[in-house]
């Protein structure tokens, strides 16, 4: 049974513990939202490093990623040696209007050409620049966070323990020639 006045009562109970409660309503656009460094807002590509294998084309479920190259023959530099072919890139388009953000394609390249950014506002009224082209998902690499500091307690990394060991045997052969020679 309720009293007259009581739905009044619980409204106004409602509003009141409503307006203690922090706000999470985000003023966006005037207040940038914090995102996550790993954010996936745009993929971009170091395109020096794609080595035209396909492999992330092939592999995107919804089929967005467009490349076109062509084979270029490098002359042998022995005489006896073949000619050596390499692919050089013609076109590298993702059509973001398409894509899912799976981020397959960035898994799945072998020669690390492929990058999260935390970029998000690239809204267009025309879908057909929604496909950025390898001129613009270059531009993009400015905006790559830096990869995340390795942990302090990690194995040392292979190559770096040999360009150590290769420092500290020259610093000592340097040493004891300095030794032997006074
Ligand atoms: S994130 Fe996924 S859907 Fe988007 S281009 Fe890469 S593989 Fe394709
Ligand atoms: S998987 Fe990597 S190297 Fe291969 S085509 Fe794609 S971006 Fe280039």
Redesign the pocket.
């Known amino acids: 049974m309720s009293f007259p006045g009581s739905g009044l009562a619980k409204g106004l109970a409602v509003t009141l513990r409503t307006m203690t409660k922090k706000t999470v309503t985000a003023q966006y656009p005037d207040v940038q939202p914090e995102l996550p460094p790993r954010t996936r807002g745009v ?1 971009a590509l170091l395109e020096e490093n794609c080595t035209v294998c396909m492999l ?1 084309a092939r ?4 089929w ?2 467009y490349i076109d190259s062509h084979k270029e023959t490098l002359p042998a530099a022995d005489p006896n040696a073949r000619a050596r072919t390499r692919n050089v890139l013609d076109r590298f388009a ?1 059509d973001f209007s ?9 898994e799945v390249c072998p020669f690390d050409a492929l990058f999260w950014s935390p970029e998000f506002e690239y809204a267009e009224t025309d879908i057909l620049e929604l496909t950025h082209e390898r001129d613009k998902l270059r531009e993009w690499m400015w905006t790559v966070p830096a990869p995340p500091a390795l942990d302090p307690a990690a194995e040392e990394p292979k190559e770096i323990a040999a360009a150590r060991k290769a420092a500290e045997k020259l610093a000592a052969a340097a040493a004891a020639e300095a030794g032997g020679s006074e």
């Not at 592999?59 to 919804?62: F, I, L």
């Not at 398409?98 to 960035?106: E, K, N, P, V």
């Open positions: 993929i992330c592999e995107c479920p919804d967005c990623i993702i398409l894509c899912m953000y799976c981020g397959i394609c960035i």
